[in-house]
C-alpha cells in the first residue's frame, strides 16, 4: 500500500472518529465503532505476529548457538507454560487460575525487576540533568519530586490532601498540556496529510 493511501486512510478515520465524538447520530456511531473494532483486531494480530516472530527468533538462535541460549530457553519456557495453561482443554482462558498464577508468579516480578532498573537509570538521568544546570533539566527534575511527593501512601488528612491535589494536578495542568499537545499534532497531522493528498508536497520529504 503507498504511502499517500495510507495517509488517506489515517485521515478519513481520524474525521470519522472526531465526527462521532461531535455529532451525536447512530450510523456515524456504527461506522466508528467498526472502525475503532478494526483497529483493535489489527493491533492483536500485529501483537501475535510479533509474539510468533520472538519464538521463532529464539528457536533459531538455540538452533544455531548464537546469542544468549540461557535466555531464549527461559524465553520458549514462559511462553510454552502460558500456551499451555491458557489453550489447555477446559481452560478459562485469561480467567483460568493456571493462567493468572502464572502471571503473578513470573511476569510480577520481571515487572518489578525493570521498574528497579527504570528507578537507578530515572536517578542517573536526573543527576546528569542537574549536573548541565539547564533550565529544562531543573523543571523536569523539579516535576518528578513534586510527583512523588503527591504520590506518597500517607494516611489521614494529609495523605487524603495529597490525593485530591495528585487528581487535580492531573486533570487540569498535566491534562491540560497534554491535551494541547494532542491537539496540536493531530492538526499538523491532518495539514500534512492533506499536503500530500493535494499534492503540494511530496510524500517522502
Known amino acids: ?68 541460549p540461557i535466555g531464549a530457553v527461559f524465553v520458549i519456557a514462559g511462553m510454552a507454560a502460558m500456551l499451555a495453561a491458557g489453550l489447555r ?22 515487572g518489578a525487576t525493570l521498574f528497579g532498573l527504570l528507578f537507578v537509570t530515572t536517578l542517573g538521568a536526573a543527576r546528569r540533568a542537574l549536573a548541565t544546570r539547564t533550565r529544562e533539566g531543573i523543571l523536569l527534575v523539579a516535576g518528578a519530586l513534586v510527583t512523588t511527593v503527591l ?9 487524603a490532601g495529597l490525593a ?5 494536578s492531573l486533570a487540569f495542568p498535566i491534562g491540560a498540556v497534554f491535551r494541547g499537545l494532542l491537539i496540536g499534532i493531530a492538526l499538523l497531522s491532518a495539514v500534512y496529510a492533506a499536503r500530500v493528498l493535494l499534492g503540494i508536497r511530496a510524500a517522502d520529504e
Do not use: C, F, K
Not at 504520590?151 to 495523605?159: K, N, R
Not at 485530591?164 to 487535580?168: E, G, N, R, S
Open 1 to 68: 500500500m503507498r504511502r499517500p493511501t495510507l495517509t488517506a486512510l489515517v485521515v478519513i478515520i481520524g474525521l470519522l472518529l472526531l465526527a462521532d465524538t461531535l455529532v451525536v447520530n447512530a450510523a456515524l456511531s456504527q461506522l466508528a465503532g467498526v472502525a475503532v473494532d478494526a483497529a483493535i483486531l489489527v493491533a492483536a494480530g500485529a501483537a501475535l505476529a510479533g509474539v510468533a516472530a520472538l519464538g521463532v527468533r529464539r528457536v533459531q538462535d538455540l538452533w544455531r548457538q548464537r546469542g544468549d
Open 164 to 168: 485530591d491535589a495528585a487528581t487535580w
Open 89 to 110: 482443554p477446559g481452560s478459562a482462558g485469561t480467567t483460568d487460575p493456571a493462567v493468572q498464577w502464572l502471571v503473578a508468579a513470573l511476569l510480577v516480578p520481571i
Open 151 to 159: 504520590l506518597l501512601p500517607l494516611s489521614g488528612s494529609a495523605g
